[in-house]
């Protein structure tokens, strides 16, 4: 896979928190947020697709009757 660079600024507990990992992992610190970004891109993906999943029904017109939202919250004690 291809790779391009980009300079960031990290506030220094962050920072910290980076090369102690890097260390007690042996990796970089480079390696250590690269893989942290890949994992909260993959997260907020998943939740974008989700919400735009959700607003496409709520366009459609695809709601819960009010007799299915009460079963769901007497299902849960609410």
Known sequence: MSSRTLSIELPEPVFAQ?????????????????????????????????????????ESGEFASEAEVADVFARHGA
């Open 18 to 58: 980076v090369d102690a990992l890097a260390r007690d992992t042996a990796r970089s610190p480079a390696r250590v947020v690269s893989e942290a970004l890949e994992r909260l891109l993959a997260l907020e993906a998943w939740q974008v697709e989700d919400i735009k999943a959700g607003l496409l029904e709520a």
